[in-house]
Structure formats: C-alpha cells, structure tokens
C-alpha cells in the first residue's frame, strides 16, 4: 500500500481528500493533521510515500514544513497543494524541494490524476512541463551558486538516459520497459541521478539535464 499522510487547516477540506483518496485501492490515508508540527512529530517515528500539503496554514506555512520534511526524509515525495499559483509560489515550491504543485481549484478526477503521477512518475505540475522548467531556469538563473562548476562526466550514459525518458513523462515501469531493465533498477538510478546532482526534486533533474544539454525543452 502507499501510505500517505495530509495537512491542512481547513478540516472539511482536508476529509474530503482522505474520501476521495479512499477510493483509491493502493492507497491508505496514514495521517492526518492541521498542524505541521504534528506530522513531524509522526515522522519521527513512522514513514509515509508521500505527503499532501497546504501552503497557507497559520502555524507552519507549507514551504517551511516541506523542508523540515525533506530533512527528516529525502524520500518522501510531497504534493503541495494550494490556490497559490504565482510565479513566486511556483519558485518556492522548487526551492523548498517540494515534488508538484496541485490546485484546489482543479477537479476531483484532476487530483486523483495527480496522486497516481506522483506515485508513478515522482512528480506532477498543474501547468505544463515545458512551462514550469521554463520558469524554473530562470529562477535558477537569479540564485547564487547558478555560476557553480558542474562535472560534465558526473553522469553515466544509462543515468542520462533515465533523465531523457523521465522528462519525456514515463513512468519508472515504463522506462523500464524501453531500456530493458527492472523497475527497481529504475528507481535507483533515480535516486542516485538525486544524490549525485544534489537536486532535491525532479523539475531541478530536467533542468539539470538542459544545462548540460543531455535533453532538450523539444523533448518536454
């Protein structure tokens, strides 16, 4: 089962996702709060596949919680979910390392859509790919270690591969399909694509790859 776990202040909100995920087979609802500090105190001690996070909550904003997240835990993938769509929440949706961005103003058929992606894919952007790795190379362009000097053989020809079919929108089996390898294999290679680049999510591994010109936006 892929456990996940919710935060949000809004409680009817918040119940009406868990009925919604509920619906689901292979998922189970693990947890779920108004308080930020309360799922850290879970995480302590328990782990979860993903979690669905608002932005605007009164005790702990989203992007604050999202990095206490990824601290605890690289793993666990995070989908924000909020009516914020700024080019400014975008930027700090990728800063804080957050997985996607879902609006509450999309449909119940849109969010279930967007769960399975990140379940199968890691990732999922209300606005097109293309889009939103546009947005995210120029934010990048502004920060300081933009200049830092990358190692252009930091990544093997098979890892390079993995970030040309993932930023083609595969999913982990389906990329496994095309290069003949297992699943599990896949997801490895992703995780070290992470450690490797240091990226914390996977908008900051495409925008990895059109730097070093190991994919292009046609390939979006």
Not at 55 to 72: A, E, H
Not at 80 to 88: A, H, N, P
Not at 141 to 153: E, F, L, V
Request: aromatic content about 8%; hydrophobic content about 40%; proline content about 1%.
């Amino acid at each position: 089962m892929f456990k996940i776990a919710l935060v949000d202040d809004h409680e009817l909100f918040r119940k009406s996702l868990i009925f919604v995920l509920e619906q689901i087979e292979t998922i189970e609802v693990v947890f779920d709060t108004n308080d930020g500090t309360l799922l850290l105190q879970y995480l302590q001690n328990n782990t979860v596949d993903l979690v669905l996070l608002d932005i605007q909550m009164p005790l702990m904003d989203g992007f604050t919680l999202c990095k206490k997240i990824k601290q605890l835990n690289t793993d666990i993938k995070i989908l924000t979910v909020s009516q914020l769509t700024t080019k400014e929440s975008i930027h700090q949706i990728f800063e804080s390392g957050a997985n996607g961005f879902f609006s509450k103003n999309s449909s119940t058929d849109s969010f279930k859509e967007a769960v399975l992606s990140m379940i199968e894919k890691d990732y999922y952007f209300d606005i097109s790919l293309s889009d939103v790795v546009k947005e995210a190379m120029l934010w990048k362009a502004t920060q300081n270690n933009d200049d830092q000097q990358i190692n252009k053989d930091l990544l093997s020809p098979r890892e390079k591969e993995i970030i040309f079919w993932s930023a083609k929108g595969l999913t982990c089996q389906q990329i496994a399909d095309q290069l003949f390898i297992s699943k599990r294999t896949v997801e490895t290679h992703r995780k070290t694509i992470m450690d490797k680049t240091s990226c914390l999510n996977f908008i900051e591994v495409v925008v990895y790859g059109l730097k070093e010109r190991i994919i292009t936006l046609d390939d979006l």
